[in-house]
Nanobody, 115 residues
Framework: QVQLVQSGGGLVQAGGSLRLSCAAS????????MGWYRQAPGKQRELVAALTGGNIRNYADSVKGRFTISRDNAKNTVYLQMSGLKTEDTAVYYC?????????WGQGTQVTVSS
């Protein structure tokens, strides 16, 4: 399995930007895809952005054009660049790694967007 350690997040005003990082260690070679999810209070966890091994990016409709998922293979790190943040983006954000046999989650990081 892998261990995922997240960093970034915090408090930002609407319209601002933040970058989240997710550093992976362990069985990195078995990872097929990585993604970012978020969970707002009282809501289900939802997929925000995903990056597959074929370098295909998928985004939730609500973040298209504002968020970008990317990775740095040399650093074993996946990023989520968030721009044009809205109050409705406020949530705990989690990174996730998937292999053919397991999934692993990061510890979560709070993103709060103030109006």
């Amino acid at each position: 399995q892998v261990q995922l350690v997240q960093s970034g997040g915090g408090l930002v005003q609407a319209g601002g930007s933040l970058r989240l990082s997710c550093a992976a260690s362990g069985s990195i070679g078995s990872i097929n895809a990585m993604g970012w999810y978020r969970q707002a209070p009282g809501k289900q966890r939802e997929l925000v952005a995903a990056l597959t091994g074929g370098n295909i990016r998928n985004y939730a409709d609500s973040v298209k054009g504002r968020f970008t998922i990317s990775r740095d293979n040399a650093k074993n790190t996946v990023y989520l660049q968030m721009s044009g943040l809205k109050t409705e983006d406020t949530a705990v954000y989690y990174c996730k790694a998937d292999s053919s046999t397991w999934s692993a989650w990061g510890q979560g990081t709070q993103v709060t967007v103030s109006s």
